[in-house]
């Protein structure tokens, strides 16, 4: 019976294995392509494993005609060009001729872009070896050509997410980039796009640089779970995570709660009455009721990083790394500390090898209310950026043991709050009231 299975097993593959091969170049011109297509009911008498071939066999020839699409719009870009059709867009070019979305059309572009500056992996995909995803990721690894030849080479016998884990590996081993220069080159790649669809939706996409991320995602997860916990009691008519963190966001762009028991939940993360909005009441009620300066109205939010002592203090360059697994140079993470609940877990520190701290709130909501009150606008010299885009800054850093009250706070710009960190300055307030900076001495 075994013997008999095995037979039939191996027949089926054998007959797969045939309907995939590549027509002659009697049939087909030179470098062409082509796969016999089964009927259903052939595709029907296979088993499991003879359509697990003809699987393999449709995607190898799917990265095939992705390979040849490359070479295509090569083609289309350098004939726009010789034409002198500089106003020529691919991306128009592929949408008008496939059909696909504006979005879609874009993504081939990019990907077609990547590939053609980069032979070996255009070459692994014209043959079939690698699909798209796999093609973007290798191109955009960042390791010398050597190191790559060879994540192409091992590419072609495994999946897109092994693919992916191992650039990332090899990325980390040949970094060559500092900390600072990692962020600076994060934060200039940062992008958001939104839009309309069909139904009257609003879609929203952002990429965002890992000390904006730890802030934002630290707060849409303290909203989010606060409204978890509204939720869990329901029997039925919970919504699901992904609503939650829709209205998370919601509330985040716009102050907007669907429901009492949101808006209560909410008030009671950051520090305010329901109804209330910047210490003012709301006409509307809690449902539906919006912050007018939203920098004030912020729930505190708990940044964990794990991170040398040296590095804290300014002695060393080494990056922290938060409980998301992404790195930051410790000028921002020293940033974060002045005004986020930061949980520090201090390697080397004067506790031991690993000095876990307590949560810090550093800056309250009704503290933050007085800080805006005095300063009304970022404080560095010559600039006037509203409260809502403002941070609330140390003077005297609690690392190194500053207090947190009012006078040793100043509201800074996210801009120049970043910039006073990352250049080893210091803010100082005059008697009258004026600010100015200086260079800080790096600490002993």
Not at 198 to 220: K, Q, S, V, W, Y
Request: hydrophobic content about 40%; overall charge neutral; aromatic content about 2%.
């Amino acid at each position: 019976m075994l013997k008999e299975s095995a037979d039939v097993l191996e027949s089926q593959v054998g007959a797969t294995a045939s309907v995939l091969e590549v027509a002659s170049g009697a049939q087909v011109p030179s470098g062409g392509l082509c796969l016999a297509r089964l009927s259903r009911p052939e595709l029907a008498s296979l088993g499991v494993a003879a359509l697990t071939e003809v699987l393999g066999g449709v995607e190898r020839h799917v990265n095939q005609v992705a390979g040849y699409r490359v070479e295509v719009l090569a083609g289309l870009d350098a004939a726009g060009v010789a034409e002198g059709l500089r106003g020529a867009s691919s991306r128009e070019a592929v949408r008008d001729a496939t059909g696909v979305s504006d979005r879609s059309a874009r993504e081939l572009c990019r990907v077609a872009a990547k590939a053609q500056r980069c032979e070996p992996v255009m070459e692994a995909l014209a043959g079939g070896d690698i699909n798209t995803e796999q093609a973007e990721s290798l191109c955009d690894a960042r390791v010398p050509d050597e190191v790559r030849h060879q994540l192409i080479a091992e590419a072609v016998s495994e999946g897109t997410d092994q693919t992916k884990r191992r650039v990332r590996a090899a990325e980390a081993e040949h970094r060559s980039e500092t900390a600072e220069q990692r962020f600076a080159r994060q934060r200039a790649k940062r992008r958001a796009q939104w839009g309309t669809d069909d139904d009257g939706m609003l879609r929203i996409g952002a990429l965002l640089d890992p000390e904006i991320a730890a802030r934002a995602g630290a707060a849409l997860s303290a909203i989010s779970q606060a409204m978890w916990r509204d939720d869990k009691h329901l029997g039925v008519g919970r919504r699901t995570p992904a609503q939650r963190d829709a209205d998370a966001l919601a509330y985040l762009l716009c102050g907007v709660t669907l429901s009492e028991a949101d808006a209560k939940a909410i008030a009671k993360l950051i520090g305010q009455p329901p109804g209330e909005a910047n210490g003012k009441a709301s006409p509307q009620g809690p449902a539906g009721a919006a912050h007018a300066a939203f920098g004030s109205a912020r729930p505190d939010v708990q940044v964990q990083v794990l991170i040398e002592y040296e590095a804290l203090r300014g002695q060393t360059d080494a990056a922290g790394t938060t409980d998301a697994g992404t790195e930051l140079a410790p000028e921002i993470v020293r940033k974060l500390a002045c005004d986020a609940e930061i949980i520090p877990i201090m390697l080397n520190g004067p506790g031991g090898s690993a000095d876990i701290g307590r949560a810090r709130r550093t800056v309250s909501a009704r503290l933050r209310r007085a800080l805006i009150a005095r300063d009304r606008h970022c404080v560095w010299p010559g600039c006037k950026a509203p409260p809502s885009r403002c941070d609330a800054h140390h003077i005297w850093h609690w690392t190194h043991g500053g207090p947190t009250n009012l006078a040793n706070l100043a509201l800074l710009c996210h801009a120049h709050h970043h910039d006073l960190h990352t250049q080893q300055l210091m803010i100082e307030r005059n008697p009258d009231g004026t600010w100015t900076t200086s260079r800080q001495p790096r600490a002993p």
